[in-house]
């Protein structure tokens, strides 16, 4: 059974950085991706960013792309995002989440099981 833990929100400044954490637990580091997604307050829940294990490269949004970056540590068991340059926009709760289809870096939701319970990120102006 897979387990997914997020920890390391928090409120900050915008322009400051922050380092979201996911501890995996239960399921092998193979082909299937690893995401983090955001829902920010009143909107649905929109994707951030994926990888595979395998090295198959990643999957960044447009919105976050060149400020955010996905990464892992089997060693750890632990895929992070590196948050920089943050806005007032990028507050939203965020969560791991994990793929359920092989080499594909899926940007919707419904192709993700499991989910972590979420941490919340806060950047003030």
């Known amino acids: 059974q897979v387990q997914l833990e997020e920890s390391g929100g928090g409120l900050v400044q915008a322009g400051d950085s922050l380092r979201l954490s996911c501890a995996v637990s239960?399921?092998?580091?193979?082909?299937?991706?690893m995401a983090w997604f955001r829902q920010p307050p009143g909107k649905g829940r929109e994707f951030v960013a994926a990888?595979?294990?395998?090295?198959?490269?990643?999957n960044v949004s447009d919105s976050v792309k060149g400020r955010f970056t996905i990464s892992g540590d089997n060693s750890k068991n632990t895929v992070y995002l590196q948050m920089n340059s943050l806005k007032p926009d990028d507050t939203a709760v965020y969560y791991c989440?994990?793929?359920?289809?092989?080499?594909?870096?899926?940007?919707?939701?419904?192709?993700?099981?499991?989910w972590g319970q979420g941490t919340q990120v806060t950047v003030s102006s």
């Open positions: 989440a994990s793929g359920s289809r092989p080499w594909v870096l899926d940007t919707a939701p419904r192709y993700y099981y499991p």
């Open positions: 990888m595979n294990w395998s090295g198959a490269g990643t």
């Open positions: 239960g399921r092998t580091f193979d082909n299937y991706a």
